[in-house]
Nanobody, 118 residues
């Protein structure tokens, strides 16, 4: 129903910035919420935050508040994760995911993109 493809633009040095993008296509009903997750080596996957189709955007993860921003383009087809002041502990596989407005879980997932900060 929904296809999500992540991509990376930018450098990966500690202290630097990186922008991830997630191209979303498919039935808009299942793309009401778009979110970013990450999974560091040896750890469980965690939600970073989300953006909704009505413009609400939240960062849930405490360690990235003030450094990461989630946004969506006006057409609603691309989700972004702007990451500033990157740290080695931000090294992880980053995923985007989507769900409908009424679903209680994220139903569609991208394959993920590796971010390594050195």
């Amino acid at each position: 129903h929904v296809q999500l493809v992540e991509s990376v633009v930018g450098s990966v040095l500690a202290g630097g910035s990186l922008t991830l993008s997630c191209s979303a296509s498919g039935y808009t009903h299942y793309r009401f919420y778009l979110a970013w997750f990450r999974q560091a080596p040896g750890k469980e996957r965690e939600q970073i935050g989300f953006n909704s189709a009505i413009g609400e955007s939240r960062i849930w993860m405490y360690d990235v508040k003030g450094r990461f921003t989630i946004s969506r383009d006006t057409a609603g087809n691309t989700l972004y994760l702007q990451m500033n002041n990157l740290r080695p502990e931000d090294t992880a596989m980053y995923f985007c995911a989507s769900r409908s407005r009424t679903s209680d879980r994220y139903m569609f997932w991208g394959r993920g993109t590796q971010v390594t900060v050195s």
